[in-house]
């Protein structure tokens, strides 16, 4: 093979679109076969290919009635720029498959992780056991110009800039509470009767007591020293350890509600203009690994 290796000039290189379709015709030696294999019009490689000819000032292909042959300087510029194409197929074909080989890196965090993605991730590997997924738990809102990540799920309103979003669920909430806890306190009847207990509050969710509190038509007290936990799963473990009532996420807690080691001693969900979103960057390169994800995390939501 001749390699074109000389001194660092300006090189005059064709347009490479028609360089591409004459590549493809005079490897099938057909306009039509290229036309199909590049998804055009026959008519659209035959401008191409007149176009690189006008470019180059010469013949490429003798078109006959019989059909299409190369001339000598079209055989010869043909075996000449094929090497390069092969190249490229094999460069874009080694960097995709390793690209897939690669996990998916998928942000989320700690509690919706633990407790909810969690136990559904075996079903993600039955049902598509070529996927490999790696996630990573953070609590700020994902930036993929600074976290190698691919894909994140994140609670908000879903208008994030520069993101595509696709809802999942909303953002759901209630009390919950240890059933030791009601049995050995007062009497809850009213959304009021809560505030005769400890409440315990997640760092980040502080808006979570004083929203359903307000939605009932109840107010913290003034004096009331909220319980402040770093998450809100620590925020469950306490609730579960009868050291007062947690406002909690059913979407999160379904294996404790159903066992009933919480219960709600007022079943009065809010749902506000919140919701958990999957998100990605806009023209994501990994579309396809990327819908599979999308679409099992649908399934898994409407499956309950």
Same mark, same amino acid.
């Given at each position: 093979?001749?390699?074109?290796?000389?001194?660092?000039?300006?090189?005059?290189?064709?347009?490479?679109?028609?360089?591409?379709?004459?590549?493809? /015709?005079?490897?099938?030696?057909?306009?039509?076969?290229?036309?199909?294999?590049?998804?055009?019009?026959?008519?659209?490689?035959?401008?191409?290919?007149?176009?690189?000819?006008?470019?180059?000032?010469?013949?490429?292909?003798?078109?006959?009635?019989?059909?299409?042959?190369?001339?000598?300087?079209?055989?010869?510029?043909?075996?000449?720029?094929?090497?390069?194409?092969?190249?490229?197929?094999?460069?874009?074909?080694?960097?995709?498959?390793?690209?897939?080989?690669?996990?998916?890196?998928?942000?989320?965090?700690?509690?919706?992780?633990?407790?909810?993605?969690?136990?559904?991730?075996?079903?993600?590997?039955?049902?598509?056991?070529?996927?490999?997924?790696?996630?990573?738990?953070?609590?700020?809102?994902?930036?993929?110009?600074?976290?190698?990540?691919?894909?994140?799920?994140?609670?908000?309103?879903?208008?994030?800039?520069?993101?595509?979003?696709?809802?999942?669920? /909303?953002?759901?909430?209630?009390?919950?509470?240890?059933?030791?806890?009601?049995?050995?306190?007062?009497?809850?009847?009213?959304?009021?009767?809560?505030?005769?207990?400890?409440?315990?509050?997640?760092?980040?969710?502080?808006?979570?007591?004083?929203?359903?509190?307000?939605?009932?038509?109840?107010?913290?007290?003034?004096?009331?020293?909220?319980?402040?936990?770093?998450?809100?799963?620590?925020?469950?473990?306490?609730?579960?350890?009868?050291?007062?009532?947690?406002?909690?996420?059913?979407?999160?807690?379904?294996?404790?509600?159903?066992?009933?080691?919480?219960?709600?001693?007022?079943?009065?969900?809010?749902?506000?203009?919140?919701?958990?979103?999957?998100?990605?960057?806009?023209?994501?390169?990994?579309? /396809?690994?990327?819908?599979?994800?999308?679409?099992?995390?649908?399934?898994?939501? /409407?499956?309950?």
């Amino acid at each position: 093979m001749t390699f074109c290796n000389g001194p660092e000039t300006v090189r005059p290189i064709p347009p490479l679109n028609p360089l591409h379709v004459f590549e493809c /015709a005079a490897r099938h030696g057909s306009f039509t076969k290229a036309a199909e294999e590049l998804g055009v019009t026959q008519p659209a490689v035959s401008r191409q290919v007149a176009l690189l000819e006008d470019y180059l000032g010469v013949r490429l292909f003798h078109r006959e009635t019989r059909g299409l042959t190369l001339t000598g300087e079209g055989k010869r510029y043909a075996s000449q720029i094929a090497p390069a194409f092969r190249c490229i197929a094999e460069a874009t074909d080694e960097l995709v498959s390793a690209r897939a080989a690669a996990p998916l890196k998928l942000q989320v965090y700690a509690t919706f992780m633990a407790k909810w993605l969690m136990r559904r991730l075996p079903q993600l590997q039955t049902n598509h056991p070529d996927l490999r997924l790696r996630t990573r738990t953070a609590v700020t809102p994902v930036d993929f110009a600074r976290d190698n990540v691919d894909a994140a799920i994140q609670l908000g309103t879903g208008d994030w800039q520069g993101m595509d979003s696709v809802f999942l669920f /909303a953002d759901e909430i209630l009390p919950v509470c240890s059933p030791a806890l009601l049995a050995g306190g007062p009497p809850v009847k009213t959304s009021a009767d809560l505030l005769r207990y400890p409440l315990l509050h997640s760092h980040y969710r502080r808006r979570d007591w004083p929203d359903w509190l307000e939605a009932a038509g109840a107010a913290m007290a003034d004096t009331q020293e909220p319980l402040m936990f770093p998450s809100s799963l620590l925020t469950y473990q306490a609730a579960l350890d009868g050291l007062g009532i947690a406002m909690g996420q059913p979407a999160m807690l379904e294996t404790e509600l159903r066992s009933g080691s919480l219960v709600c001693p007022i079943d009065r969900p809010l749902r506000r203009d919140l919701g958990y979103y999957f998100v990605v960057p806009p023209n994501h390169q990994d579309r /396809a690994r990327i819908a599979k994800v999308r679409n099992w995390l649908l399934e898994q939501v /409407a499956a309950g």
